[in-house]
């Protein structure tokens, strides 16, 4: 069961109400026609996530599906706390992709495996 927030909170779920949220959605056209549409969360991620997605779709030829299960990396923090500085990147991207990211003088932090 999902926990709502008190009465009284700002962000309640009600009816009428706009609750608070960060997703935001994308509408791509391609010839004057409704091509894609899909939306991500990820805070200061999103606009990233979203350009990775139709780079991979646009320039690499993908479909939605490999596009989404692709590897990604964020350019700056992804929790607050964090460096602004940081190079978050999946460690699905080849070794020798990582290396020459941190031999460039990248300051890395490797998501999984």
Known sequence: ??????????NRIEPGKRPLHTLIVSLAFRDDKLW??????????????QLQVYVAMIDFGLNVQ???????????RFALGE????????????????????????MLNRWGA
Not at 36 to 49: R, S, T, Y
Request: net charge neutral; glycine share 10%; aromatic share 6%.
């Open 66 to 76: 490999q596009a989404i299960e692709s590897p990604r990396w964020l350019s700056g």
């Open 1 to 10: 069961m999902t926990k709502l927030p008190p009465p009284a909170h700002h």
């Open 36 to 49: 894609q549409v899909f939306g991500c969360m990820g805070a200061d991620g999103q606009p990233q996530i």
């Open 83 to 106: 460096s602004r500085d940081l190079l978050n990147i999946e460690g699905r991207y080849p070794e020798s992709t990582l290396k020459e990211l941190d031999r460039r003088g990248h």
